[in-house]
């Protein structure tokens, strides 16, 4: 039985997630969102689906200077944590982006330095019990900038970078960091895109975290063949990428 606080908690992703858990594994669960219907709706069929309790309570997640005391009494009311998970995000408007500051900023905000500040805390403390599992969903947008979503590949390429700094200074305390990177899921977030053959549900992500974290795994791309799609964008020269409509 594990105490898991999840943030970002009505997430599609993120609710398919603790689904998994409250079935499979009857753990404890604390829920942070925006919106306390929402949350009210998904602890209350967490619990009807096997957790062993489940609580929550609002944060937006850009008020920075609230997530200490947020995260204090999340882990107070768990009685401990083993998992965090970080799922909130946005993907703002690319263009909008690029003639506004402003929106960028808001963007990097929700999506990169939110994710830093809380793993700021989080980190912390995982260090100090000296065991757990630290899962983020970042994305493969962070693998490589791309004209398309760049804004958002940032802030998601800071976080994937942040892990793997936080990976080196956590493995030496048993504490797990993991960095999740699906490809294209089929969310509200994605609601207006036409989806095609690589696009996957929110239920495949859900899986792939929860076997990444019973595996210990490092990096976890989800689906996994994003790890090879990946692989060959990665190796494309800046030379021939500058010319691709990616
Ligand atoms: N869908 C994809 O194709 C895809 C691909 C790669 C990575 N991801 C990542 O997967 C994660 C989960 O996204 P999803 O696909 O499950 O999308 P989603 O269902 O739209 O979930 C996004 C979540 O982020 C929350 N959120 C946004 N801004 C927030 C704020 N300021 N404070 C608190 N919560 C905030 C939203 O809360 P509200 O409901 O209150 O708005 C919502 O719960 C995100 O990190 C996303 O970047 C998604």
Not at 20 to 28: F, N, P, T
Request: net charge positive; proline share 2%; hydrophobic share 45%.
């Amino acid at each position: 039985m594990k105490k898991i606080l999840i943030i970002g908690a009505t997430s599609a992703i993120a609710e398919a997630t603790a689904r998994l858990w409250a079935v499979q594994q009857g753990h404890s669960l604390y829920l942070i969102g925006r919106s306390a219907e929402r949350l009210g709706g998904i602890a209350a069929d967490l619990k009807v689906r096997g957790a062993k309790s489940t609580q929550f309570a609002m944060l937006d997640v850009n008020y920075f200077a609230q997530h200490a005391a947020a995260l204090d009494t999340a882990i107070d009311a768990l009685g401990g944590i083993d998992i965090v998970l970080i799922a909130h995000g946005t993907l703002g408007n690319q263009n909008v982006c690029e003639q506004d500051f402003a929106a960028t900023l808001q963007e990097l905000n929700t999506n990169a330095i939110s994710v830093i500040s809380l793993l700021t805390h989080l980190a912390n403390r995982f260090e100090a019990q000296r065991h757990g599992s630290i899962v983020v969903i970042s994305s493969v947008a962070g693998d490589r900038g791309r004209q398309s979503n760049y804004v958002y590949g940032t802030a998601k390429g800071a976080v994937t970078i942040f892990m793997q700094g936080l990976r080196q200074r956590l493995h030496k305390s048993g504490v797990q960091v993991v960095t999740v990177k699906p490809g294209f899921v089929d969310t509200p977030m994605t609601a207006e895109f036409k989806k095609g053959l690589l696009w996957a549900r929110p239920e495949a992500i859900a899986r792939s975290i929860c076997a990444g974290v019973e595996k210990r795994r490092d990096v976890v791309y989800a689906p996994w063949f994003w790890w090879g799609v990946m692989g060959v964008i990665g190796v494309i020269p800046e030379w021939l990428f500058k010319k691709l409509k990616l």
